[in-house]
Every structure is written in structure tokens, then in C-alpha cells.
């Protein structure tokens, strides 16, 4: 970076538009502002910081000329603008910032806006071309970060607080700048880029959230899974097999069976008939006992009829034979006469009495009636002999039908007996229907589970299946997350084999580097402070000031101002000497990129003796390729005698009052 | 006779109760009531010829007097047929008709009626011996029953002409 112009529009005491020329030249390469005490060096020094960051270091924030304010009416607005024009990267840049202020009804002036950047250069075919408001930031670092910005433009006035900013605690920011200054920083933005620390994304970091780290441990369940499914579907394939010869056991019991039952169904019509029979037989038996209690009715009743026939016909051929049957009155005995005559009167009433006629009569009558005459007795004996008669010779043959009878059915109770019994032989070879039927049922139903159990069986293995189908895809993405996660690693090795590598190099370009800048700064810094000091710079390029003892022992040292200010300085100008040697000496180390960079210097020379100023007059100018020199009247000769002809430029700066200075260009 | 109670006594008795207790699986009595028997006993006896004294051992089977009574006609029949046929008795018809149709009743019946007795418990012996002795199961008392009466039958019924039974009686009325 080289300046090549300032242009203050209202800039703190520098009242309306003011604008210096850097010079440029290569060998006049440095420009100088002189001016008493209040006059605007440290302002326009500033005038850089507010341009390129916005702020200033002074207590009063506000930049806006208050003499242009003092001359604003109320309500009315002006602004103030910083325009610094630059080279970098043999870019011409022009960055301009501004801010608007008005004053208010109370005559007081107050920002209006925030202040506003903007940064533009010009194209290659000459087109002006702005920066992008969200580039603006990265270009400003790229040309100078804040951080290095306080060496660069070097306020001298702060001595104490840079030497100890440069001895210790600075930020790891100053320490990158540093790097990147010294060209490193190619080497820093591609480890960023590699593995960066912090929130950004880096590649290995994006990496690493690409590698899926659980799908080993899922892989790992989904394979036991798979396992187990799988065994479980064998173990469930198998039972299934023995379900099929069970139930094909149990179907060959059910049609054998069935085959017994049909054949046992003539044996349910033989019960039936054995039960018919039994039927019969117990009817039969009912009846002949029937028969037989008539049978003996007719034998009480009849027999005596029967066994008395013969008698009966002997009997009354014998009285036949004899004159003994007469016709006498039947059923009158002579005790009934011998009474008749005792009464004195008969039945119909005719007195009977001694002698008369129907006294003879009936003594006549005696003759043919019992006991005189057997006649009538006869008589009735053969009217009961008739009687006895009756029906006896219908006895026999009933006798014998009945009997007959009772033998035909006793013989049939015995046919059917003998049924009965043969049926008995066959049912005998026969199982119960019944039981046949039960055992039947049994096994139906025994197959109907087993049925039942492999249909549940074929589900459950429908469910493992479409599950063992869900988890082995899921095993297949779980393999090709593997594949990722492989890949990934592959590339992670690589972006970090990548970044071991520039590390390597990296940290042996920095060391050498920062042992280069160490010599560079120890050079400078002896030439333009002499004593038996040194100073080191570690890694985080603090600065260790040490006191070179003869016998080897060093020790760290308390420094005096003047020592500071030549640390300060000789760490700028060794670290500008340093850019510079890179750009020129293009080495072919296409790792190291570099900028030549100005030095701006509000310097108290006066803190030097004149041994010293002289010194620096001769060295800086021959380090930092441009040098921005604000120095006090009363150094000013001084200054322009040691470096009479390195002065490319020369301004005075004058001072009109406390509110307004203006700068005037001298001739050199 | 045949006008107060009677009673079987001894050995009589005894067949008498065989004769008229149920027997087999149907409760059969060959004869329903003891006046049963005693109405037919002195018949067979007649016609067997069998007479038996009377056994004064222990024991008797009662008729009641109101049985005897219902009965008497059958009983007296029974009583002149065989005072009529029994010529061992008395040879004389005349006289056997006297002691059917003259005496009966009277005390010269005396020997008449332990004539009668005498038949009626041999007709009860016979009963006992064709019927009951040896029976062993309802089958053998019907059958025995059958064969005593195809025995009578066999015996007489050749003999006995029914037409002419009629016959004679008609001619005895007239």
C-alpha cells in the first residue's frame, strides 16, 4: 500500500476542502508536515485512521469542523469527508468517508447519519468501479488491519502505550496481521479454509459433520436385529413344518374315523333293532303274563266243568237207567208242604184244614216231592249238571289255544332273545358310535387349532418379514452411510493431510520468517539505538528487549522511552523492510505474497537525541518505501538536513486559531 | 256240610298254600283261592281215585263259611256226582242215589261226607304231586298244568260225547 492523497472536506480544524500529495517517488519517497504545537498533525495523522476505520483516537469523537458548524444556521446540514487515495496490489483505491451534521434549533451541531464508506477503484479498461458494501470491510483489512493501522500511522505521543502493546498482550489478531503482512497469508487462508478454529465452516469441520458417527453402533442393533428376525423365521418355518405333519396326523385320524362311524352306522341300526326287540320282548312278556292270568282264570273257573264232564255223563246215564226221574215241583221238599198244612192256609190263600180237599192234595203231592221222591232233586241236579256243562267243552281248546299262545310268544321272546344276543356278538366288534363321534370332534378340533396356530404363525412371519425387508434397506442406507462415512474419512484424511502439510510449511515459513523479521528488526534497531541490547520475537510477536552481557548472560531490561520509540520503530520499519524484500526479491516462493507499505509517523524526534534523529533520518526512509513524516517546528531543520534528499514533499501547517488550521504546500 | 268253615290240616295245608302262592316272575297262583282248590280237589281225587286220610299234624288253611256258602251248589254237585259214581262206595245205584239225592245232609251221610273228605285231599295230592312237586320254574308249573289237563283230556275226552251229556238231560227233565 502507498498513499498517494488526502482530501479533508471539514475534517476537525481543517476548515472546507484541504488536499495534500503524497509523494510517490521512489527515491523522494518521503513527505513532511510541519507545524506547531495544535496545528493538525496528530488530525491529519487521525485523519487516515477515521478514513479507513471510522474512528479517531481523540476524546472528542466528533469530526466535523465546528468552525463550518459555528457558521450553520439551524436546521441546516453539512457534512464532513475524508477521501484517501491508495495503491495496493497495484490497485489505485479511492475511500472515502463521510458523515453528515446539522444543527439543531438549539445551535447545537449533532451527527445526522451515520458515517458512510465507500471504496472504489479503477478497472483495468479504466471503468470506476465500487466496492460492494459487504466487501468493504475485507477489502479495508486486506489493505491494512486496524490492528497494524497504530504502527503504520504512528502516533508518537503514545509511546508509553504501544511499547507496552509491543512487549506483551497483544492480540492474537496483531500476531496474525503480523503474518499476513509478512506474506504468510495464503498460507493462514488455506489452513482456515482446511480447519479453521471458531464458528466458521471449514472443510474438515464440514466433514465432520457429513461423517454420520451413530451409524456404526445402528448398523451394529440393525445386524443383531436382522439376526434375530432371521432365526425367529426359522424357528417359526419349523414349527410350521411340524404343524403340517400334525395336522396331516390328525386328518388321517379324522378320515379313519370317519370311516369307523359309517361303518358303526349299522351298528346304530342294530341297536335300534336290539332295542325294537327288547321292545317286543317286554310287550310279549306283558301279554303272556296276560294269557297266563287268564289261563288260570279259566282253569279255576272252567276246570271243574272240564274234570266233570265224564262224571257228569256217567252220572246221568246211571239215573237214566233208574225210575227215579219224575215231575215232582221242582225246589218245593215235603218240609215245605208239611209247613204249608202246619200254617192251616196255602200260598194262594186256600184254608187248609184236616181232610178237606186241598189238604188231600197236598198230602198227595208229598208223594212227588223230596224226600218221598227224588224226581224233582234229579231234576235239579241235572240242571246244574247242565249248567256245569256249559262251556266246558270250549275249555280244552281254549285251555290249549292260550296256552299255545303263551309257548308262540315265549318262543318269539326267544327267537328275539337270540337276536338280541347275536346282535350283542356284533356290537360286541363295534365301537360306540358316540365314542367314535367324541374322538372325532376331538381331532376336528385339534386341527382347527393347529390351523388356527399356522395362520398366526404365517402373520407373525408376514410382520418379521416386512420388518426384516424395512431394517435390511435400512442396513443398506446404514451401509452406504458406511460408504460415506468411509469416503468422508478418505477426504478428511486427505483436507488434513493437506493441512498437516501446510502447516509444516507453513510454520517453517513463519519461523523463518519471524527470524528473518528478529534480524531485520535487531539490525534496525542497533543502528538506531546503540548499546548492548537485543530483542526477540516470539510467537506471538510480542517483543523481548534484552541486555547482550558479554559473558553471554542476557537478562530482560527495563526500557526508556527512547529505547521504546526505537523499538516501535524498528519493529515497523524491520517488518515494512521485510514486506518489501519479499515483493522485490520475488524468490520464487510462490507461498509468500507481499505489499510494500507506508510509514506514517507523528514522531517526537525530540525524544531523541540528536545522534539518534539523525540516525532514523538516514535509515527509515531507506526501509518503508514511503515515509508520511509529521514532525515540530523546532525538529524541522533538523529533519530536512538529515534527509534533504529523500523529501519528495512538504507541507506546513497553519494554524489560524484553535478551530481552523490550513495546509500549505512548500516548495521543496 | 259245606255249611260252616273248613280247613286243610297237616301235610294238606301245607300243599294247599304251595297250590295257591304266586310263583315266577309273574306272580302266577295255579289256583286264586283256596276255596279254588277245594272246589277242585275232590273232582280229581274222584277221578284219579285218589283218597287220603286226614293228617292231623300242625297246620291247617281255613275257608271262610262265606266262601262255602257262595259255593254250596258247586260243592253239593260235586258231592252227588260222586256219591252217584262211586260204586266202591256203595254198589247199589238205588242206594248211591239215595245217598246223592235222600241222605245228604242227614246223619246217615256221615261216611258219605268222609268219603268226600278223603277225595279231596287226594285230589289235593295229586294237584300237589302233578303241579307243584316237580316244578321248578314258572315254564314247568304251566307246563305240568298243560299236561294235567291234556291228561284228563286224553283220558276221557273220547269218552265224553257232549251231545248226548245234552241229550240225557233234556230226557231227565221230561
Known sequence: MLLKSLELKDFRQFKGVQKVEFSTDLEKNVTIFMGGNGSGKTTIAQAFTWCLYGNTDFNDKEVFCKATGAGLGANERDYVKVTVRLLHNDREYTIRREQAYKKDVNGIVKPASQTTLSISFKSEDGQTVFEKQTDIEGRIKEILPIELSHYFFFDGERIDKMSKDITKGKSPDFAEAVRNLLGLSAFIAAMDHLNGKGQRKSVIKSYNEEYDGSSDAELIRINNDIKMMESEILSIDERIDEIDIERENAREEINRLKEQIRANAEGEELEKEREQLLHSISNRNDRIKDIKSLLIQRFNREAPGFLSRKLIQDALLGLSESDNLDKGIPDIHAKTIEYLINRGHCICGTHIKDSNDAYKHLQDTLKYIPPQSVGSAINNFTNECENRMNNSDLFFDSFISQFKEIRTEENNNIEDEERIHQIDNILKGLKHVGKLQESLMRFEKLDRELEDQSKKLLMKKGEINSKLNRESSLRKEMALKDDNNRRIETYKAYALYMYNTLYEMYAKKENETREKLQRAVNTIFKTIYNGGLSLSIDEQYDIQITVMDYNGYSDKVETSTAQSISVILSFIAGIIKLAKESTANDNGDEFLTSEPYPLVMDAPLSAFDKTRIKTVCEVLPNIAEQIILFIKDTDGDIATSYMENKIGQKYVLDKHNELESYIVLEEV | ?174
Open chain 2, 1 to 174: 256240610m259245606f255249611d260252616k268253615e273248613y280247613a286243610f290240616r297237616g301235610k294238606h295245608a301245607d300243599m294247599v298254600t304251595r297250590l295257591t302262592t304266586p310263583f315266577g316272575r309273574n306272580n302266577v297262583k295255579l289256583f286264586e283261592r283256596v276255596i279254588d282248590a277245594y272246589i277242585m280237589a275232590p273232582l280229581v281225587g274222584f277221578l284219579y281215585s285218589k283218597k287220603a286220610d286226614l293228617d292231623k299234624s300242625e297246620g291247617d288253611k281255613k275257608i271262610f263259611l262265606e266262601q262255602i256258602s257262595k259255593n254250596e251248589k258247586t260243592l253239593w254237585l260235586t258231592y252227588r256226582l260222586i256219591m252217584l259214581l262211586d260204586a266202591k262206595h256203595a254198589p247199589d245205584l238205588e242206594e248211591r242215589i239215595d245217598k246223592a239225592f235222600r241222605h245228604y245232609g242227614s246223619d246217615k251221610a256221615f261216611t258219605d261226607e268222609s268219603l268226600f273228605e278223603e277225595y279231596v285231599r287226594g285230589g289235593i295230592e295229586v294237584l300237589h304231586e302233578k303241579l307243584i312237586e316237580s316244578s321248578k320254574k314258572e315254564e314247568d308249573y304251566l307246563e305240568n298244568l298243560f299236561n294235567f289237563i291234556d291228561d284228563i283230556n286224553n283220558r276221557y275226552s273220547k269218552e265224553v260225547d257232549i251231545d248226548s251229556i245234552y241229550d240225557l238231560c233234556r230226557t231227565a227233565r221230561t
